[in-house]
């Protein structure tokens, strides 16, 4: 590797992951994959029933698509809205299980230096 190149960081850890259990925890990959799925989901239902709505209200209303379009655009920022609510509380959830693991390892540290003290 030439000085000029930067060496990318590894994607994983190598130590072992306590909290990566599979079963919803926030540091697994099935958490990211449902915290992933859930934006999505919103995104497509909110889009899908504003366009719906509108597309009904233009058949109600025997105009052209104006109401659709409407119906298309106010679902998309309501979805974006829902979408920036999930990543929020999606982003206070990892702070806070990054603070418990922190504390968890200093916790440990502390343990650790306790018991070479005693020796």
Same mark, same amino acid.
């Given at each position: 590797?030439?000085?000029?190149?930067?060496?990318?960081?590894?994607?994983?850890?190598?130590?072992?992951?306590?909290?990566?259990?599979?079963?919803?925890?926030?540091?697994?990959?099935?958490?990211?994959?449902? #915290?992933?799925?859930?934006?999505? =989901?919103? +995104?497509? *239902?909110?889009?899908? &029933? $504003?366009?719906?709505? !509108?597309?009904?209200?233009?058949? #109600?209303?025997?105009?052209?698509? =104006?109401? +659709?379009? *409407?119906?298309?655009? &106010? $679902?998309?920022?309501? !979805?974006?809205?829902?979408?920036?609510?999930?990543?929020?509380?999606?982003?206070?959830?990892?702070?806070?299980?990054?603070?418990?693991?922190?504390?968890?390892?200093?916790?440990?540290?502390?343990?650790?230096?306790?018991?070479?003290?005693?020796?």
């Amino acid at each position: 590797m030439s000085e000029h190149e930067i060496e990318s960081p590894p994607l994983e850890s190598d130590r072992p992951n306590e909290h990566a259990t599979g079963t919803g925890s926030l540091g697994s990959k099935s958490a990211y994959f449902a #915290l992933f799925s859930q934006i999505g =989901i919103t +995104l497509l *239902v909110a889009n899908l &029933g $504003g366009a719906l709505l !509108g597309r009904w209200v233009d058949g #109600l209303l025997n105009s052209g698509p =104006i109401f +659709l379009v *409407v119906g298309f655009v &106010g $679902g998309f920022v309501v !979805g974006a809205l829902g979408a920036a609510q999930i990543v929020a509380r999606g982003l206070k959830q990892f702070e806070a299980q990054d603070v418990i693991e922190k504390a968890a390892r200093l916790a440990r540290r502390r343990a650790e230096s306790e018991d070479k003290e005693l020796r």
